[in-house]
């Protein structure tokens, strides 16, 4: 569904994807864990063409990222970044709403409000949704940016650090979301995560980056594994089975 072929990005010269390859399947979530630097946001900037490849070929969906039309390319994927610029005074619905403009063009009709309120509803929003942006917790705010998102209504997804800001309810919630809507709406999602072990109890798959290359993909317990680790984030870790999932615990 989403195949990365031998993705090389450069920023002034300085290459950042390094020849990466990946092949993701529909459905299920795959998690990009890896350094900071590593790569993950580039990579996401590429798969949804917000930077342009240097060589390489991406396709989502069987549409090639580099020459799809824009418009076929917003129903296919939608992104929630890793920094969002937009103006705070929106309110949480108005925000949810601009998910919407590829369908409504700007006109919303029925169908693209019901989405919205259902969008707003996933993510506990619906008491909030006459609130302006500048007017929440840092928590609350992520969630209306996932709002955007869901409303976009997309075979695809992909979250760079969706969990930031979040306390550990609201990041237990919004990842059983994120599997809801993998497991229950067919979604694929892409998800950008530095919890190693949330990943790994939440993910079909984990892809780890290191220095603009995948060093490995696989199941949660092929890459949390000690060698892996060490090998991603130098650093030492042991790996236990909780709830027959993987679990990494760093040494001092
Ligand atoms: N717009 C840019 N111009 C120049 N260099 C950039 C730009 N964006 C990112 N980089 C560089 O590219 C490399 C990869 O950055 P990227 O943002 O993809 O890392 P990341 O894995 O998402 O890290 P983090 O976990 O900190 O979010 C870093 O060395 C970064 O400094
Ligand atoms: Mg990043």
């Known amino acids: 569904m989403i195949r990365v072929e031998q993705a090389v990005l450069a920023y002034g010269g300085v290459e950042v994807l390094k020849g990466l390859s990946a092949s993701i399947p529909s459905g299920g979530v795959t998690s990009v864990i890896g350094a900071n630097g590593a790569g993950k946001s580039t990579l996401l900037s590429a798969m949804s063409r917000l930077a342009p490849l240097r060589s390489g070929r991406i396709t989502v969906g069987g549409l090639d990222v580099s020459t799809a039309p824009s418009r076929a390319l917003a129903r296919m994927l939608a992104v929630l970044r890793q ?34 309120e259902e969008a707003l509803g996933f993510v506990s929003l619906g008491a909030l949704a ?11 705010r992520q969630r209306a940016f996932i709002a955007m998102v869901l409303a976009q209504d997309t075979e695809v997804l992909m979250l760079d650090e969706p969990l930031s800001s979040l306390d550990m309810r609201h990041s237990v919630e919004v990842m059983r979301l994120i599997c ?3 497991d229950e709406h067919g979604k694929t999602v892409v998800v950008v995560i530095h919890d190693v072990n949330l990943a790994a109890r939440c993910s079909d798959s ?20 000690p060698e892996v680790l060490r090998e991603v984030f130098d650093v030492e870790a ?12 760093p040494r001092w």
């Open 238 to 249: 042991d790996v236990h089975r909780i709830g027959g999932r993987p679990f990494a615990v």
């Open 180 to 182: 809801t809507l993998a």
């Open 83 to 116: 920094e969002n610029h937009v103006t705070l005074r929106l309110t949480v619905r108005e925000l949810a709403a601009f998910g919407r403009f590829p369908h409504s063009g700007g006109r919303l009709r029925a169908e693209d409000l019901e989405r919205v």
């Open 206 to 225: 984990l892809l780890a980056l290191k220095d603009g290359q995948a060093v490995c993909h696989g199941a949660p317990e092929e890459v949390v594994r």
């Open 130 to 140: 006459e609130r302006r942006l500048d007017e929440l917790s840092g928590g609350q």
